[in-house]
Structures are given as C-alpha cells and as structure tokens.
C-alpha cells in the first residue's frame, strides 16, 4: 500500500527515543506527530522538550511537533521556536479528553465551541511561518460537534485534518463511529487522516474498502502492542519474519539502553518501561503475567532478569485469526 501512515502521538511512549528505534527494527511509518507541548510565554523551549524535537535527536522519520494550548499568543510563540529548529509543519491538538485539560479549553475541550476554534485560528494561522495542521476528534461530548466545526476548518488554511472517530468523554473506549466519520470527512476540504482502532492489517483494508478517497492513515496503539503492523501495511501483508521474538528483544533492548542514558534512578527508567510494557506485552500469549511481574519491580537489576527470561523462555505471539 503507498498510503501514507502516520505514527500517533502517545505521550508517555512515542517520544524521540522510542521514534528512532522503532523506524530502526521495524519501519513503516512515513512520518510521525510529536506527543503534545504545551504552549507557553518563553523564550526557549525546556530543555527536555528542546531535546525531543532536536532535530538531530530525529533523524529516523519527518516529524511533525504538536502543541496544545488555547493561548494564540502562547501557540505562535512556540510555532516560531519550532519553525526556527527548522519544523516548517506544527500540529495543533484539539483531541485531549483528560478532563483537566478540557475544562481548560484545551483539545476537545475546545470543540463544542466554534466560534472560539474560529478565533484561535484567524489569530494564529496569519501570525505564523509554519504550516498548520490539526487533530481533532468528533466531538467533545456527542458525534455531531463535529459538523459546525466543518465550516470553521473549510473556512481557514490548514495543511490537514486528522480525525479520531470518537467522542472527548469516550477516552480510549467503546467504538469509533465510522458511519459520523464518513459523513463529515467528504464535508472537509482539507486532507483528512483517519485515525482510531487501526489494531491488524484487516482493519486497515476495511477502511480502505468504506473509505477509499483517504490515503492517510495515524495509527498509535495498534503499533505500540504490534510494531510489525506498519510494514505489514506498507508491503500488503506480504512480509514473511521468521525472527520476529529476536526483532522485539532488540528494539525493547535498545529503547531500555537509550533510556537507562540519558534518565535518572530506577523509577524514573523503569516508569518508561512500564508504560512501554503496557502496550507491548498484549502481543503475546500469557500477557497478563509478564506486565504484573515488570509492573510489580523496582529494580533495574530484577528487571532485566524478567525480560531477559520472558524473551528466552516465554515469549510467545499471539495468534490473530483474519475474520472477514
Ligand atoms: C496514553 C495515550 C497518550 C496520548 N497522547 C496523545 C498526545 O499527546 N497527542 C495527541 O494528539 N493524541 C494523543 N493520544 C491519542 C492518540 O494519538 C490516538 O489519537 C488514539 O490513541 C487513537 O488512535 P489508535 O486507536 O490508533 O491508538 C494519546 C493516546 C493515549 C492512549
């Protein structure tokens, strides 16, 4: 498939690192978004930021840096920081669920209001010298939010669109709504990516099947638990690994190592590697038991003697049966 896919944001694992190693042992991404930076009021960006999106820190794929904000003041300034490391391409975030942060206005929560999206982007879009693109969801409370924001993105320059078929209040639960998808995406006169739920090379070719005018696809969970899914996608299913468990101990190895440099302590590495784990261990038979042991370690020590023996003794995939 020549499609275009996207690596999605998720904050807390798709970071620098992770990016790096993940187009190393696997690849199948063309590009990826950067999990989101809050806009701010300074000068420099802080230095664990400023290191994410350093360009030589990511070389592997294009990149494009995320903000979140509901500041267009803030959102401009950290546009021009970005533009001056060379991001000619920022994203705008108005997709985060957490409560916290919509309640502030901040990604969904922006989106039962258009007149104020409309605001944000008449002020920023004419202020900045990137190019904007933006990542929404339906809505923030029910699917049809999204049909009088149509109006507000045809209305202004924007690079694309990226929808993730559900609500703000659904998080990360219950289904995507394809059918809302595929009424308000042929409304759009942007570029829109199809984002949600993409878990097996099937998924995809379904939604190529219900949408075959989208040629841009973000997938995020389904490559954290699978990493082998981008370039499944990328060569039609046609890939034939046979070391695919030695593959995985190699890219979890290497993103351990990259960790165990450049953070502090035990927890602070360890806290990473649980994260990671989280996705990761539902590839495998038996998950259930390897993610409470690495969740239940403090140790580095004790750690690498889990993974080590998981990899040797009991890693195991799952099997995936095509249910067409
Ligand atoms: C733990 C977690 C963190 C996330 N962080 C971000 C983020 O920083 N920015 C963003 O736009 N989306 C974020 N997302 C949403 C994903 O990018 C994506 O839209 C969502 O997971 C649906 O796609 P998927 O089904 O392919 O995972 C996050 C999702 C999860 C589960």
């Avoid at 009088?148 to 219950?174: C, D, S, W």
Wanted: charge should be neutral.
């Amino acid at each position: 498939m020549n499609d275009t896919l996207y690596l999605a944001p998720i904050r807390g694992v798709t970071d620098s690192i992770y990016r790096n190693a993940f187009h190393k042992h696997f690849g199948g991404f063309d590009i990826a978004i950067t999990p989101f930076i809050a806009s701010f009021k300074g000068v420099k960006l802080k230095p664990k930021v400023f290191r994410e999106v350093l360009p030589e820190n990511n070389n592997a794929m294009p990149l494009i840096p995320q903000i979140i904000g509901n500041d267009a003041e803030d959102i401009i300034n950290v546009s021009k920081l970005l533009f001056n490391l060379g991001y000619k391409d920022v994203n705008l975030n108005f997709g985060c669920p957490h409560k916290m942060v919509a309640k502030r206005g901040r990604g969904s929560g922006i989106l039962p209001f258009p007149e104020k999206m409309d605001e944000l982007l008449s002020n920023i879009i004419p202020n900045i010298p990137n190019r904007l693109s933006i990542k929404v969801r339906l809505g923030r409370i029910t699917t049809d939010e999204i049909f009088n924001l149509i109006p507000v993105f045809n209305k202004h320059e924007l690079a694309e669109v990226t929808i993730h078929a559900r609500t703000g209040i659904q998080m990360y639960e219950g289904t995507v709504f394809l059918d809302v998808f595929e009424k308000c995406y042929k409304l759009i006169d942007h570029q829109v990516v199809y984002n949600g739920d993409i878990f097996y090379y099937e998924d995809i070719i379904e939604l190529k099947k219900r949408f075959p005018d989208i040629t841009k696809w973000m997938i995020g969970r389904g490559a954290m638990v699978n990493p082998f899914l981008p370039g499944e996608i990328k060569s039609d299913n046609t890939l034939q690994i046979a070391d695919k468990i030695e593959i995985l101990k190699d890219f979890h190895d290497e993103v351990y190592q990259e960790y165990s440099k450049v953070l502090f302590g035990p927890a602070s590495i360890l806290g990473r590697m649980k994260e990671f784990w989280y996705y990761y261990s539902h590839q495998f038979v038996n998950n259930k038991k390897i993610l409470k042991k690495i969740q239940k370690t403090n140790s580095t020590n004790n750690y690498e003697d889990i993974v080590n023996k998981f990899f040797q003794n009991d890693a195991e995939l799952q099997k995936h049966d095509f249910i067409s």
